[in-house]
């Protein structure tokens, strides 16, 4: 019987090794718990303020019946651009770690159904600030400055063309009515901090 293992001249046996043979010139595989779960990363994920009053000024363009934040953004009366100075005009918001809380005042369009342009606004602000930034919204309050006629709205309103037409003009009152509307703001701000000193989210 002839015995498989014989040796060959060059003092080797014809076994070879499957293992050696498998793995050279091959990179070994990575195993699993080579490299850090996605969990084990430590970091925080914060937002500033205006990032959430952007997401939200942003998604209220599609509200209908509402005419404008009081403060104040709103554009696509007639197609024009309307006092679009800041989107995040007129919107105040808590952002905690968790969770967010958005006051602001408005002005309704004249005849449409305010109670339902409220639970719009609560069901779009909710919606997109989930989505992107995965924070709940436990509160939003809504309170009703003004009503006013769509044409009404729109004669009250300056238009970009309008502003750059008469911006020499205008300079001094612009600024003045800005500084006006920075104060009131404040006022506004103090007002609600003396109001809820303790914090609405996490």
């Known amino acids: 019987m002839t ?12 076994f070879s090794n499957t293992n050696n043979s498998m793995n050279s010139g091959r990179p070994t595989p990575p195993r699993p718990n080579d490299h850090k779960t996605d969990s084990s990363v430590k970091g925080e ?6 990032v959430v009053q952007k997401i939200i000024g942003i998604a209220l363009e599609e509200i209908d019946g509402l005419l404008t934040v009081d403060g104040g953004f709103f ?27 958005v006051d602001m005042d408005i002005v309704a369009e004249y005849g449409t159904d305010i109670e ?16 992107m930034t995965h924070l709940e919204v436990i509160e939003v309050n809504v309170n009703v400055v003004d009503v006013k006629t769509r044409e009404e709205y729109e004669a009250d309103s300056e238009t970009v063309q309008d502003k750059a037409m008469n911006a020499a003009d205008k300079t001094g009152d612009f600024a003045s009515r800005k500084t006006e509307d920075a104060k009131h703001a404040m006022s506004k701000g103090r007002h609600k901090i003396d109001e809820k000193t303790e914090p609405r989210v996490e």
């Open 116 to 131: 339902d342009i409220f639970e719009q606004m609560k069901r779009v602000i909710t919606r997109e600030v989930k989505e």
């Open 45 to 50: 994920l914060t937002y500033e303020n205006k």
């Open 75 to 101: 554009s696509n009366v007639k197609d024009k651009l309307v006092n679009n100075d800041d989107v995040r005009a007129g919107i105040n918001t808590e952002v905690g770690k968790k969770q967010v809380a």
């Open 3 to 14: 015995d498989k293992n014989v040796m060959q001249p060059n003092g080797k046996n014809n």
